[in-house]
């Protein structure tokens, strides 16, 4: 009886066994399927990227760094601009906004490599610059500075102009900005650069520093008919040299009237106006006698007086000098050349030269000149014997252009496209 017993006890022990052992290997089966299903099936490598930071999102292709002003910098002049690259950026943005979050104005440089606000910022102030640079993927990078800028300076330097908004001039007239100090030669191509002219139609043309305190503007051939033209200097807080800087930004913007050109010839003895280039007038004229002769070269229309006295004493003595009452004075050079009436002369006038070196016409043609032209209007004189002097007035139409563009501190570019038809406005022929 025992003995079945033990057999009994043996068997249900075998029958455990084998149950523990069937439990144990289903167990590992579902180990193994479980650690089957984490894995790629290929080579025992996971197949959730996400596990090892494989899909984390990839970096933009664009960058843009801040070169200027730098992050924390102060005393930063008022005239600042952002200075920055951006590389692979399809497209990119600039955002500045001052201590209480309110945006700037400004724009892109035509270069794409710097941004400038609409006007100089605000003395003592703290901005931040955000640069957004997005590439072909899409994605945007971004660079910021803050910085703070200087305080309001005491040396500043008064920025001018001859013309006034909405004042319609001549085809030849020149855009003239003045500074109320000298402005040292290697300061002048930071205030060039932020000097920007724009006419309707476009016009290619370039600034020239007559002197340290003056630069002008002229288009390569006159203006043309009717044009718009707006100007603007940004050197608002620019610094000028020497511990001064500008005061304020400028902006003008003229009209350019119909193309009202004077052109006198000593041979003949008479003066041709052409209007937009038709010949409306011809008139007689007496130039300078050979003691004092008229200047030949091109010369701009400066001023308009409808009546003036011309008071020699001083500059010929009592001998030579003179006082007379003159009408329709149009100024020419600042040595004392005028177009004006002469009725003294009248007899001589389309024969012979007895001016003082001014071109004297009838008091009829005088007040029709005076009513029919304006400031800007060109004039050319030609074959007498004495050549115009550079300086003498506006010549900046006695300059060839290759001569024209040496004067600017900054390297000439010209056009890469092709320059719009001209409307007809003559061209100026500097006197050889």
Not at 90 to 105: I, N, P
Not at 153 to 181: A, E, H, N, T, Y
Not at 343 to 349: A, D, I, N, T, V
Request: charged letters at 20%.
């Amino acid at each position: 009886m025992r003995a079945v017993q033990d057999q009994l006890i043996r068997h249900g022990d075998d029958r455990r066994g084998r149950r523990r052992r069937g439990f144990a290997a289903a167990v590992l089966a579902v180990t193994l399927a479980l650690a089957s299903a984490c894995t790629d099936g290929g080579g025992g490598k996971p197949s959730g990227g996400w596990q090892n930071g494989d899909d984390q999102p990839a970096a933009p292709k664009a960058a843009a760094t801040i070169v200027e002003p730098k992050a924390d910098a102060k005393d930063v002049p008022a005239s600042t601009g952002i200075t920055f690259t951006a590389t692979e950026a399809e497209q990119t943005s600039v955002e500045l906004k001052d201590s209480a979050g309110g945006a700037v104005e400004g724009e892109l440089a035509t270069d794409g490599k710097s941004w400038l606000p609409a006007g100089a910022l605000k003395y003592g102030e703290t901005y931040t610059a955000t640069v957004t640079a997005t590439g072909d993927d899409g994605r945007p990078a971004t660079a910021t500075s803050t910085f703070t800028t200087m305080a309001k300076p005491g040396k500043q330097v008064r920025i001018s102009s001859f013309l006034g908004d909405d004042q319609v001039v001549g085809v030849g007239m020149p855009l003239i900005v003045k500074f109320s100090r000298a402005v040292p030669e290697d300061y002048r191509d930071d205030v060039q650069s932020r000097m920007t002219v724009t006419s309707v139609p476009a016009q290619e043309g370039i600034w020239h520093w007559v002197s340290p305190t003056e630069i002008r503007y002229r288009p390569k051939e006159f203006w043309k008919t009717n044009s718009t033209v707006s100007y603007r200097v940004q050197a608002g807080g620019l610094p000028l040299g020497g511990g001064w800087y500008g005061r304020a930004d400028l902006s003008v913007g003229i009209k350019v009237g119909p193309a009202v050109v004077m052109t006198v010839d000593n041979k003949t003895k008479r003066m041709t106006v052409t209007k937009d280039g038709s010949v409306i007038k011809t008139i007689p004229v007496s130039l300078g006698k050979k003691s004092t002769p008229s200047s030949s070269g091109t010369m701009v229309v400066i001023e308009k007086l409808r009546k003036t006295v011309f008071d020699t004493f001083e500059e010929l003595g009592p001998e030579e000098g003179y006082r007379t009452k003159i009408d329709y004075a149009q100024r020419l050079t600042w040595g004392g050349e005028f177009i004006h009436a002469a009725p003294w002369s009248e007899g001589q006038q389309g024969r012979v030269n007895v001016s003082h070196g001014c071109v004297n016409v009838s008091m009829a043609n005088g007040a029709w000149l005076f009513a029919n032209t304006r400031v800007g209007d060109p004039i050319t004189v030609k074959g007498t014997e004495r050549k115009l002097q550079n300086g003498n007035g506006w010549t900046d139409w006695n300059m060839s252009w290759e001569q024209y563009v040496k004067g600017s501190a900054l390297p000439y570019e010209p056009p890469t496209e092709a320059t719009p038809e001209q409307s007809g406005a003559p061209t100026a022929t500097p006197t050889a």
